[in-house]
């Protein structure tokens, strides 16, 4: 028999939906200050599935998914429960920025966040502890912010027991996104990392950016989390996969000098070892240093901001295999 869901003095029966803003905290003003939670509680069994969005605060096109999904819903014939937190950090969104400006913190290193913790470590804490740790799926859904763009692209990561990583790359692949990181346990503090710690199958897809909130990439978030739904059997409907797969694991180039920077690749453009793909120039049009391709491979992401300082993020050029579904 499906089961109600209470967080803190929240509680969702079979067969409702809520929405609710969850104060945790307050701010300097008096205001609540905490995060908005979009609960459906399907009348029938199966599993709690948490999708958050904006834990960093430019990140926008998970949350209009998540709102929209949410609305669509019917609790009636839903199997399991949607956890939808559209912006788990508040006051970076506010400010249309990565991090809070609160406390310069990047949220995405501090779970499982901390009760006495500095602001951002608090709102974490709540996040991670009072949602997170209810929920048997999570997707952390992220984006280019300001920044970058982002081709479509599902991370899972190799932390925990082998039965654990394979309901990670299970929940991975039901999204249905093409270009696929299986990462290891780097970025602590994370959410795909510490949910992983935690026992539960956490993935993160990372897509769009600019600074925008484009339809294409809202859809495409619908579409992986639907996708996961009609997996799990959430919800009717055949889910929409790829014949093959990109397996591109990679990292980012950083800079090491400030200026201009400017692409010359568009996103899943393939590249050779060695090839340029973006140059840093100076004030006066001079370039003080070329971004190659580390090895051959495919433009998963790149910057798209121009102004950059020496440490930033440049591109991301994964490596390029093919895997047949
Ligand atoms: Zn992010």
């Known amino acids: 028999m499906p089961s109600a869901i209470t967080f803190r003095d929240v509680t969702i029966k079979p067969g409702e939906k809520a929405k609710t803003y969850m104060a945790v905290t307050q701010t300097p003003g008096g205001q609540p200050l905490g995060f908005p939670l979009m609960v459906v509680n399907g009348s029938q069994d199966g599993p709690i599935l948490l999708v958050d969005g904006a834990v960093h605060g430019d990140e926008y096109e998970s949350g209009e998914a998540i709102r929209t999904i949410w609305r669509k819903l019917d609790p009636k014939t839903l199997r399991g429960a949607f956890v939808g937190v559209p912006v788990v950090n508040v006051p970076a969104f506010e400010a249309g920025r990565r991090s809070s400006p609160v406390d310069g913190i990047n949220m995405n290193r501090i779970f499982p966040g901390k009760l006495d913790g500095f602001?951002?470590?608090q709102l974490g804490y709540y996040f991670f502890n009072e949602i997170l740790k209810k929920c048997d799926l999570v997707v952390d859904m992220h984006g280019g912010g300001v920044a970058l763009a982002i081709s479509p692209t599902v991370i899972y990561r190799e932390i925990g027991s082998d039965e654990l990583q394979e309901k990670a790359k299970e929940l991975a692949y039901a999204s249905g996104v093409d270009l696929v990181w299986k990462g290891g346990g780097k970025w602590g503090g994370g959410i795909n990392v510490e949910g992983m710690r935690a026992?539960?199958?956490t993935i993160t897809v990372e897509l769009g950016g600019e600074?925008?909130?484009?339809?294409?990439?809202v859809d495409a978030q619908q579409k992986?989390?639907?996708n996961i739904m009609m997996h799990y059997k959430m919800i009717p409907g055949t889910p929409d996969l790829p014949k093959e797969r990109i397996i591109a694991p990679g990292s980012f180039e950083f800079s090491t000098k400030g200026g201009l920077f400017r692409t010359k690749k568009q996103l899943r453009d393939r590249v050779k070892k060695g090839e340029l793909i973006a140059t840093i120039s100076d004030l006066f049009g001079e370039v003080v240093e070329e971004?190659?391709?580390?090895h051959d491979?495919?433009?998963?992401s790149q910057?798209?901001?121009p102004t950059i300082h020496a440490g930033e993020w440049t591109v991301y050029v994964g490596t390029y295999s093919v895997e047949k579904a």
Do not use: S, W
């Not at 600074?211 to 990439?217: I, T, V």
């Open 199 to 201: 026992g539960k199958p």
């Open 224 to 226: 992986a989390i639907e």
């Open 291 to 294: 971004v190659k391709a580390p």
């Open 297 to 300: 491979g495919i433009i998963v």
């Open 119 to 121: 602001q951002t470590e």
């Open 211 to 217: 600074g925008r909130c484009l339809n294409q990439y």
């Open 303 to 305: 910057r798209t901001f």
